[in-house]
T-cell receptor, first 114, second 114 residues
């Protein structure tokens, strides 16, 4: 069974530029999460989707971050414009709705903002 | 909200010895406690989890114990091997309500000396 797929794996951009990350969850997983992991820290939730509905986006900085999950499968996380402090690893995870706490993570996208 | 702490931040053991990693949590409503292993350049991998209705769970060389009264839980790895070297994260979550999201600790770096 294929795991969570993310792309790109690495991205280097200059500040004020836009950037987007893509995630394809495990087949059959209705719940999708985006996390940010700063160096030396644990993952922190940005947004959680149940199918195509964002049910928890309280930690998403909405002035510059946006996310979508069209058709309840793939998801995209966007930052516009990027700031130096956005440098981090952005992780996508998914779970089966009836076991929402067994989350499976993708490899992440390492973003460097210069 | 929930606060999860891990101590120590690094742990070094000799191959074949046991390793114990401890976590504390603050929210008595938390009832789900997973452990994740993260290798360099990869996403966190779920290795074992425990729910508050049990005190201990084992899976081959790893086990997790939970003390709800003291609000702490521990990961036990026996017969450690060099491939156990990684960063280990504990997390806690309530399964309902406002705190129904995983809160991660900062992680502990385990080094197994051959």
């Amino acid at each position: 069974e294929a795991g969570v797929v993310q792309s790109p794996r690495y991205k280097i951009i200059e500040k004020k530029q836009p950037v987007a990350f893509w995630c394809n969850p495990i087949s059959g997983h209705n719940t999708l999460y985006w996390y940010r992991q700063n160096l030396g820290q644990g993952p922190e939730l940005l947004i959680r989707y149940e199918n195509e509905e964002a049910v928890d986006d309280s930690q998403l900085p909405k002035d510059r971050f946006s996310a979508e999950r069209l058709k309840g499968v793939d998801s995209t996380l966007k930052i516009q414009p990027a700031e130096l402090g956005d440098s981090a690893v952005y992780l996508c995870a998914s779970s089966i709705s009836r076991a929402p706490y067994e989350q499976y993570f993708g490899p992440g996208t390492r973003l460097t903002v210069t | 909200g929930e606060n999860v702490e891990q101590h120590p931040s690094t742990l070094s053991v000799q191959e074949g010895d046991s390793a114990v990693i401890k976590c504390t949590y603050s929210d008595s409503a938390s009832n789900y406690f997973p452990w994740y292993k993260q290798e360099l350049g990869k996403g966190p991998q779920l290795i074992i989890d425990i729910r508050s209705n049990v005190g201990e769970k084992k899976d081959q060389r790893i086990a997790v114990t939970l003390n709800k009264t003291a609000k702490h839980f521990s990961l036990h790895i026996t017969e450690t091997q060099p491939e156990d070297s990684a960063v280990y994260f504990c997390a806690a979550s309530a399964t309902t309500g406002a705190n129904s999201k995983l809160t991660f600790g900062k992680g502990i770096t385990l080094s197994v000396r051959p």
